[in-house]
């Protein structure tokens, strides 16, 4: 059974760096092929693809926050990590974490969300 | 990027009636690599449709996806009380994995 659970801090404020760590199990981050994305959705509105990293360390960013995104994995503990740095209002969001497959593939499985809210 | 576009922005209709949603792409989605995704409050998006026709394994045959290129639909056959939720489109045929601004499924 595939599941992915994110954890990370609810509220950050202005200026600090947000990490969130995304937790797997069913499935190997060192299996050939295997990925997982970060997509986020601000409080009433759409989901924003964000980045994703694969098991042969193959990255990608969104382009409007490549110079603020780092996503990395620890193979060893099943995470992956984002890390997202000067953190602003418009951060807000839920974020989610999606397992993903090389050679195109759609977000089957998700984790629930974290909200995470950025306020002095 | 390909920016995806859906249309209508919100849809009423009553239980029973079809549902017609359009997505459009800025540019020819590879392989047709167009999924569809129904998210209602408080949950995670749901996969229903993959490779632009495909149906994800449990999912009622009432859903049904089709197009190719630039222009994608979800029809949706006799609407249950369950399918009143927003829906998004994405393509994954190369980076960066766009969604679609949404279209709200509402009871009419």
Request: proline letters at 6%; glycine letters at 10%.
């Amino acid at each position: 059974q595939v599941t992915l659970k994110e954890s990370g801090p609810v509220l950050v404020k202005p200026t600090e760096t947000l990490t969130l760590t995304c937790t797997v199990s069913g499935f190997s981050l060192s299996n050939a092929k295997m990925g997982v994305s970060w997509i986020r959705q601000p409080p009433g509105k759409a989901l924003e693809w964000l980045g994703y990293i694969f098991s042969d360390d193959e990255r990608s960013y969104s382009a409007s926050l490549k110079s603020r995104l780092t996503i990395s994995k620890d193979t060893s503990k099943s995470q992956v990590v984002l890390t997202l740095t000067n953190m602003d209002p418009v951060d807000t969001a839920t974020y989610y974490c999606a397992r993903i497959r090389d050679g195109g593939s759609p977000f089957q499985y998700w984790g629930q969300g974290t909200l995470v809210t950025v306020s002095s | 990027d390909i920016v995806l576009t859906q249309s209508p922005g919100t849809l009423s209709l009553s239980p029973g009636e079809r549902a017609t949603l359009s997505c459009r792409a800025s540019q020819s989605v590879s392989s047709d690599y167009l999924a569809w995704y129904q998210q209602k409050p408080g949950q995670a998006p749901r996969l229903l449709i993959y490779r632009a026709s495909s149906r994800v394994t449990g999912i009622p045959d009432r859903f049904s996806g089709s197009g190719s290129g630039t222009d994608f639909t979800l029809t949706i056959g006799r609407l249950e009380p369950e399918d009143f939720a927003v829906y998004y489109c994405q393509q994954y045929g190369g980076s960066p994995y766009t969604f679609g601004q949404g279209t709200k499924l509402e009871i009419k």
